[in-house]
């Protein structure tokens, strides 16, 4: 019988996390908005509200983590 072919498995907590885009950015919520929301100003809180794309230097080992996109 031959033996399965070896595939990476999708990080959950990566598929969960992050959003590649179809130009190959990723796409990520930014932190700092769900507690402590008072001392932050509705300017900050809006903003942070906002997605962001990620740093090229995290990229790699976020997209190493989603093998199926």
């Given at each position: 019988?031959p033996?399965?072919?070896?595939?990476?498995?999708?990080?959950?907590?990566?598929?969960?996390r992050?959003?590649?885009?179809a130009?190959?950015?990723v796409?990520?919520?930014?932190?700092?908005?769900?507690h402590?929301?008072g001392?932050?100003?509705?300017?900050?809180?809006?903003?942070?509200?906002?997605?962001?794309?990620?740093?090229?230097?995290?990229?790699?080992?976020?997209?190493?983590?989603?093998?199926?996109?």
């Amino acid at each position: 019988m031959p033996r399965p072919i070896a595939r990476r498995k999708t990080k959950k907590a990566v598929a969960k996390r992050f959003k590649v885009t179809a130009t190959g950015k990723v796409i990520t919520q930014q932190a700092g908005r769900r507690h402590l929301a008072g001392s932050k100003n509705r300017k900050r809180k809006r903003h942070l509200a906002k997605a962001k794309v990620l740093d090229v230097s995290d990229m790699d080992r976020v997209i190493l983590n989603l093998p199926f996109r």
